[in-house]
DNA sequence: TTTTCTATTGTGAACGTTAACATTTGGTGT
DNA sequence: ACACCAAATGTTAACGTTCACAATAGAAAA
């Protein structure tokens, strides 16, 4: 408002100025570098106050080829898992003092996922962290350059290896939902998997089978959902059907409710004669009818896992090929001792 | 491999140098300047193929002063309604060949946004979208700087309206599941209403006084929740007391769950002894005991909004002070008449 | 005092683009 | 053939940092 011409921003040699001292100085004094004295500290502290100066991110990266921003690329959904996944990271990245910039697919395969990657890459990102839940996007992976830091939040690393791996372990969780039924006094546990090419739904499956064969119980046919309630409510239909069926194993908590739903239409009570588990604890699960016995995932501590593991990938530190996390058996009231 | 000493990333001198022109001449290319002739145009495309030469986006951002990021203030929740509105303008964005980077608070308050807006700035992005359902989050922007691109995902502008707001009409969609319900029949249409700071509380609210008054039907009490099925669960104890209560709108799904819960426990039928309505349409409303009658809001149109409202500040350009998206009603299975 | 350090500060050149202006080219009209 | 104009291309200087040195100061050692 007084005498200055230019209403710009100010850059480090305003600031150099006012405080009597180089750019250099300055930028030490941000950078807290050692050698600068107190008061020529003091005195650009004083002097970035005054001219309200904020340094440009855009130069500083451009002359240091960092630019402490970090992509997810996740998909465009709002479905438990992804979402939570990529709240965590975000989470993580910002206590870390890192920005996140998000690429959310409509469709999950080879080019979008690579695509996606690119892209980040190209906006100057550090490194990438990719949610890929598909079978075909963790194999897709592995054809990546060497030379750019990702990370997938995934199942389990492909053949390769390139590309390190931080995961929920799935299968762990399965069994341990699998158990829980059996040690209940459930003959045997059917279940409902979620879609043939995400890597969940084959570990949920791997665990589920895993656990049954070494309790030597009977392994029976799986069913296929896509995840949603609908398709568990529509599977409910056949799963009525089966005589001596007690007790169901779900791929995710979406499609528990679905079954629940088909089930009290169908009069069968749960837990009195059929028990229900599913995956994941969303937020609503324990409001069920009834509530549901379920399988928890820690996904700030996925977020975090990720986070570091990434950031030793930026820095060139060696990383372990693969990180796991495990999950919890939540129980509430969709399971019960089998009825005599 | 061959004889090139230095393994650095090319850059548009490189292939200028390849193509036999000027740098210049490669950055018209890129930019789709008129001036270049067919040939020559030709020339350089295969030269930056040749050498995958892939644009400094960091340097391009330091001369031209954009980035073409847009930033994204959010919170730290998978809450149905800001997640889907985050993708929804992420969707957008990168239709429009923006990338956005988001900043998810953990508590959201005039310091918080403050501080995440001018964070997301300092990275450099070209404007910020604030998801800001609070009714303190709303005011604190009207203290912003005008000199900023900022556009509020919220209810309605501040007393100032200097930042411009896109909203879905949460007051419409309250009052045509007010009218729902009493044109079924019903004397009256109680509420459980949302969190006491959030503007989505108060409009919903306002909506359904505003239709019951207008039906000259009596306004009862209303409830307060906190979004939780908990807290409808627990709302629930007291609307089982209420004599002659024959409808509820609950101010969102997750709370109508809890309260379809607790009325469940209570051997109260949904919809002949009381009818239900809830808010939002999550994918698991459709499946809840019974499939529940709620109002559902288009967030990708809300993000579509958002975006160009932005961009046009961005701009420089006029905007409206306000868009709204209205929302729909969809009926379901937990709501009918009342019983003589 | 003079020398020799070392802590502090300054200088100039990157970084990889775009903007502004200057120059060359090739085609027209005379 | 000449001047002239527009189209096509080139040159130089930003943008706002950090980096690699160079230079200066002040203090300790001789």
Redesign the interface.
Known sequence: MTDNQKRRQPVMMDVAKLAGVSHQTVSRVLRDSPHVRESTRERVLAAINQLNY??????K??VTGR?R?LGVVSF???L?GP??TL?GI??AA?DEGY??????L?SLNRETVLAAIE??????VDGVAVIAPLQDSVDTLGDLKADFAVVAVAVEAGQDASIPVVAVDHQAGAISATRHLLDLGHKTVWHLAGPRDWKESDERIKGWQAQLESAGATVPALFRGDW???S??ELGERILQIPDLTAVFVAND?MA??L??KL?EAGRKVPHDLSVVGFDDI??S????P?LTTVRQDFAELGRRCLHTLLRRIEGEPVPPQAVVAPELVVRDSTAAPQK
């Open positions: 904020r340094p440009n991110s855009m130069a990266a451009l630019s921003t465009d959904t709002v438990f979402a939570s709240f975000e989470r910002h920005a996140v910039s998000i690429s959310s409509r892209q980040l890459r190209d906006q100057g949603t309630p609908r568990g409510y979406q409710l679905g629940l739903r009290h937020p609503e324990a409001y069920f009818t509530p």
